[in-house]
């Protein structure tokens, strides 16, 4: 009920403003011209980088992009990535209380690692080399309050960013020295006992140089008593979990810029209980955990030559490490403890570098060339058990592959700009493979735009998939796997409307051959990964968006998408066929104080073990309040408010078939700048 | 009751959005890109110091725009604005030979092909050239906005500024990116 009080609220709140604005703005708004040049040069007009690797303006991107800011993250209390991404267009989250999965376009199979998502930080690539995963929930590798925008690309990136630019690339732009110009300190409190603080500082000097640190620290106890029904056995504490939803992490993060260099640097530690008892674990056992750390240092060059020329370089150093304990029941009359700790390790170490040109010539013309190679002096995987004779397993690789690319973007004919682009990507594993991706973009006018666009990406097999097994007792390696391949074929329909309203009509229709998936080979019976699968989907999406100065803003979206295994015929599971999202803030005191509401809706889902999981509805509240006293912003936030009990598929290394999710929870935010 | 509340919600909020009230679509949060970049316009009038003559024209300072005009009617929010006593006209000009009156000459990105030949005409004549394109400052255009993480930002050729006799106070320089002439003679300024 409360809701629409809200809407009302707000066409009140214009209204009220209208009269004031009749009586005291006569004509078009006049107020920018009061604005001194520092004031002007921090308001924002929207472009985006991601899709074609240098700045453009929304409408001329080759894809459909959405962009968050810093200021939507504050304003609807975002905790983790992951809360993010799931309010954007299409994209839907889920958690298994160890990671968070994105499901992007109908596609997020339970037990995947993000593998076909590419995240980026500052354009320096992300996903890591041993998996190939984007680490989206509080495993995130950089602090959230350090983000300035999230680029979403959707559609197949393959054609500039190589592999698991599949379905999208995510593109996150850090803060910098300039949006700081000092201290910060950020302090919360949340719900099971989560608190988080941060100390930032940042300047930019008048010489030039600029620089951000920061240092953040999280630690939260968890829901302490987790009841699953598939342990409730007096033998297994009656399927209550306690204390074992912990989480902690840490975040070093450092950045300095000198006239054409930037240095970054940060590293990432996050810690999680695992209370399900996944992979066959002891249920109730507190030994069960899972570690993620990564580091990296990127020293990036940009500078802007004559003749329009834009030159990038950059090389980087990347380490991931990812440990856990598995507890498991031991075999005392075989000499091992009771609990048999069984103990996972990987470790990957990669260089990579890349250098690219832009250059554009008369009228929109522009042309891209770039070289990527990336080396892997490290991969290291490690299965083995404490006190036990069991074997273990250990695999210790190194590789390369290297990429060249080019992109064009042509004005075919007035109003008509073609935008294609292709490159070559060569693995040692598979050899080599060719991806290209061609839009056309059609502008008849200032405020409309269509685009076609047609893209093909891969994903390689990671090392997991090729080398991983356990003694050949239960898996073998999967030795000969070749990319994954994707073809899409999208349609967007872009407009403004007047100058405060922007909407969005997409169709996509994609195929994926040669699927990487666990399969049984009938001759031995041992499991391995093949390229076996086929799918097929196809979808609409719808959104509309709008701002407006009394500080009003939102944006509401409807997906529809349908996935069909190809073997099977069945739609894939942890695939929503309707997905809604609707996110608002209004101003309840001017440019002070301000609440951000945000509904989400998704469709039954089809679990592992093919029964459906019920659709359900999460509405998020967040009061935010900004310079009540300078330099000071408050929050206080609601998440699902009316404490709906709902779930997420699980992977096929849970009994459960469905892991339930968190219900109401709530979280304080202070955060002081000086 | 509550299915109901959240159905409404969703299928009210599109027209919601479409139908509020009329008034907020002038007053939108995020302004036009060119209503920023005209504000800027009207701002660099108070830190840019013109030679005495060769322009003439009392009580109006003319702003003209050479091209495709990218501003439409965003350049109203500074169109007969006062400026250091003086009034700011906006004229939208064909070609470089109508620019005599032009105190501030904006050289739109259609003219990308003709900068070499505008720039010859415009030389030496005090007249303040004004860029939205790529590479335009590197060419000898004295002020050149680009975008830089979603925000207007502008840079400033000091050589060309020189030759045209321009004082450009040390507050605009400080806030604008410092390039050179692409020419193989000049050597460092600034940074």
């Given at each position: 009920?409360?809701?629409?009080?809200?809407?009302?609220?707000?066409?009140?709140?214009?209204?009220?403003?209208?009269?004031?604005?009749?009586?005291?703005?006569?004509?078009?708004?006049?107020?920018?011209?009061?604005?001194?040049?520092?004031?002007?040069?921090?308001?924002?007009?929207?472009?985006?980088?991601?899709?074609?690797?240098?700045?453009?303006?929304?409408?001329?991107?080759?894809?459909?992009?959405?962009?968050?800011?810093?200021?939507?993250?504050?304003?609807?209390?975002?905790?983790?990535?992951?809360?993010?991404?799931?309010?954007?267009?299409?994209?839907?989250?889920?958690?298994?209380?160890?990671?968070?999965?994105?499901?992007?376009?109908?596609?997020?199979?339970?037990?995947?690692?993000?593998?076909?998502?590419?995240?980026?930080?500052?354009?320096?690539?992300?996903?890591?080399?041993?998996?190939?995963?984007?680490?989206?929930?509080?495993?995130?590798?950089?602090?959230?309050?350090?983000?300035?925008?999230?680029?979403?690309?959707?559609?197949?990136?393959?054609?500039?960013?190589?592999?698991?630019?599949?379905?999208?690339?995510?593109?996150?732009?850090?803060?910098?020295?300039?949006?700081?110009?000092?201290?910060?300190?950020?302090?919360?409190?949340?719900?099971?006992?989560?608190?988080?603080?941060?100390?930032?500082?940042?300047?930019?000097?008048?010489?030039?140089?600029?620089?951000?640190?920061?240092?953040?620290?999280?630690?939260s106890k968890g829901n302490r008593r987790l009841f699953y029904s598939e342990f409730d056995d007096p033998s297994t504490n009656n399927g209550i979990a306690e204390d074992l939803d912990y989480e902690r992490y840490g975040n070093l993060f450092g950045e300095m810029t000198f006239q054409d260099f930037t240095l970054q640097g940060n590293y990432n530690y996050r810690k999680k209980g695992v209370p399900t008892a996944s992979y066959e674990t002891l249920f109730n056992n507190s030994r069960f955990f899972t570690v993620d750390e990564q580091f990296w240092a990127d020293l990036k060059y940009a500078h802007t030559y004559p003749e329009h020329l834009n030159v990038l370089a950059r090389v980087n150093y990347n380490y991931y490490k990812y440990y856990g304990d598995y507890p498991l029941e031991g075999d005392p009359a075989a000499g091992e403890p009771e609990v048999l700790i069984n103990k996972d390790y990987t470790r990957g170490e990669w260089f990579d570098s890349e250098l690219q040109f832009v250059k554009s010539f008369a009228d929109r013309n522009k042309v891209i060339l770039g070289a990527y190679l990336q080396y892997d002096p490290k991969q290291v995987q490690r299965n083995f058990y404490i006190n036990s004779g069991r074997d273990g397993?250990?695999?210790?690789?190194?590789?390369?592959?290297?990429?060249?690319?080019?992109?064009?973007?042509?004005?075919?004919?007035?109003?008509?700009?073609?935008?294609?682009?292709?490159?070559?990507?060569?693995?040692?594993?598979?050899?080599?493979?060719?991806?290209?991706?061609?839009?056309?973009?059609?502008?008849?006018?200032?405020?409309?735009?269509?685009?076609?666009?047609?893209?093909?990406?891969?994903?390689?097999?990671?090392?997991?998939?090729?080398?991983?097994?356990?003694?050949?007792?239960?898996?073998?390696?999967?030795?000969?796997?070749?990319?994954?391949?994707?073809?899409?074929?999208?349609?967007?329909?872009?407009q403004y409307l007047g100058e405060n309203y922007r909407a969005t009509v997409t169709g996509f229709f994609y195929r994926i051959d040669d699927l990487i998936a666990l399969q049984t080979d009938s001759s031995d019976g041992l499991l391995v990964f093949r390229n076996v699968d086929e799918v097929e989907a196809k979808g609409m999406e719808f959104e509309l968006g709008g701002e407006w100065k009394c500080g009003t803003e939102g944006r509401v979206s409807y997906t529809f998408q349908e996935t069909e295994n190809r073997q099977t015929g069945d739609v894939l599971p942890n695939s929503a066929k309707h997905l809604a999202k609707?996110?608002?803030?209004?101003?309840?005191?001017k440019d002070k104080l301000f609440l951000g509401l945000e509904e989400q809706y998704t469709s039954r889902r089809r679990n592992v073990s093919g029964d459906f999981t019920g659709g359900f509805f999460i509405t998020n509240l967040t009061f935010f309040s900004r310079d009540l006293t300078e330099g000071l912003e408050l929050s206080a936030s609601v998440y699902n408010v009316f404490d709906k009990k709902y779930v997420d598929p699980a992977s096929e290394t849970h009994r459960q078939g469905n892991i339930e999710q968190d219900g109401a929870t709530g979280r304080v935010k202070a955060t002081y700048k000086f | 009751m509550k299915k109901i509340i959240l159905f409404i919600l969703f299928f009210i909020s599109p027209f919601y959005i479409i139908f509020a009230p009329d008034n907020a679509r002038s007053e939108e949060l995020k302004p036009g890109e060119y209503q920023v970049k005209a504000a800027f316009l009207y701002n660099f009038l108070k830190f840019i110091e013109w030679p005495e003559g060769p322009v003439k024209t009392a009580d109006a300072v003319t702003l003209c725009i050479l091209g495709e005009d990218p501003f439409g009617r965003d350049i109203d929010i500074i169109r007969g604005k006062a400026v250091r006593d003086r009034v700011l006209s906006v004229r939208n000009i064909g070609s470089v030979q109508e620019a005599g009156e032009c105190r501030i000459l904006f050289i739109s990105p259609s003219e990308r092909k003709n900068i070499a030949h505008i720039l010859e005409k415009a030389r030496g004549s005090g007249v303040v050239t004004i860029g939205d394109t790529e590479g335009f400052a590197q060419q000898g255009v004295i002020i050149n906005f680009f975008l830089e993480n979603d925000r207007v930002r502008f840079e400033i050729n000091i050589e060309a500024a020189k030759k045209a006799d321009l004082q450009i106070s040390s507050k605009l320089l400080k806030l604008a990116r410092i390039v050179e002439n692409t020419g193989p003679t000049i050597t460092g300024t600034g940074r």
């Open positions: 009920m409360g809701l629409i009080f809200f809407l009302l609220f707000c066409n009140l709140f214009l209204s009220i403003t209208k009269a004031d604005a009749g009586d005291t703005l006569p004509g078009p708004p006049s107020d920018l011209t009061k604005l001194s040049l520092e004031e002007l040069m921090e308001m924002r007009v929207e472009t985006v980088y991601g899709a074609s690797k240098y700045e453009q303006k929304l409408t001329e991107a080759p894809s459909s992009v959405s962009i968050v800011t810093s200021d939507e993250i504050k304003k609807y209390g975002y905790r983790s990535f992951a809360e993010v991404l799931r309010s954007i267009r299409g994209f839907q989250t889920t958690n298994d209380r160890n990671y968070s999965y994105l499901n992007v376009r109908g596609f997020g199979l339970p037990g995947d690692y993000n593998s076909r998502i590419l995240l980026l930080i500052d354009g320096h690539r992300i996903n890591d080399n041993i998996y190939n995963a984007a680490a989206l929930g509080r495993e995130f590798p950089l602090e959230i309050d350090l983000i300035d925008r999230i680029e979403v690309v959707r559609g197949p990136g393959s054609s500039l960013y190589g592999s698991n630019a599949f379905f999208a690339v995510i593109n996150v732009i850090t803060r910098r020295g300039r949006d700081l110009k000092g201290v910060e300190v950020s302090g919360e409190a949340g719900s099971f006992s989560s608190y988080k603080g941060r100390l930032s500082y940042g300047n930019t000097f008048d010489n030039g140089p600029e620089m951000l640190f920061s240092g953040s620290y999280y630690d397993f250990r695999d210790k690789r190194n590789s390369h592959n290297w990429a060249l690319y080019t992109q064009g973007e042509i004005e075919m004919a007035h109003n008509l700009v073609l935008n294609a682009g292709l490159r070559y990507d060569h693995y040692k594993t598979f050899g080599g493979t060719i991806n290209p991706r061609a839009a056309l973009i059609y502008s008849p006018f200032d405020m409309t735009a269509f685009k076609l666009v047609y893209g093909r990406a891969f994903r390689a097999p990671n090392v997991y998939e090729l080398y991983y097994h356990d003694g050949s007792n239960t898996q073998k390696p999967g030795l000969d796997l070749e990319p994954e391949v994707i073809n899409t074929y999208e349609a967007i329909y872009e609707l996110n608002v803030v209004l101003p309840l005191i | -």
